[in-house]
């Protein structure tokens, strides 16, 4: 029998899940790289949004 494809998670939890991976992979000497680290994801994230 052929196995069926595991449903994808909400949305909300993959968004989750993807953003919590990415401030993981953030490192920095100072809170202060940090939060500018962390701005430059959602800056590039975002950059095209038009409301």
Do not use: N
């Not at 998670?9 to 939060?35: K, M």
């Amino acid at each position: 029998m052929p196995r069926q494809a595991s449903p994808s998670p909400p949305p909300d939890r993959a968004l989750r899940a993807w953003l919590t991976a990415r401030v993981q992979e953030v490192e920095a000497d100072t809170w202060s790289e940090i939060g500018g680290r962390l701005g430059k994801v959602g800056y590039w994230e975002f950059e095209d949004y038009r409301s």
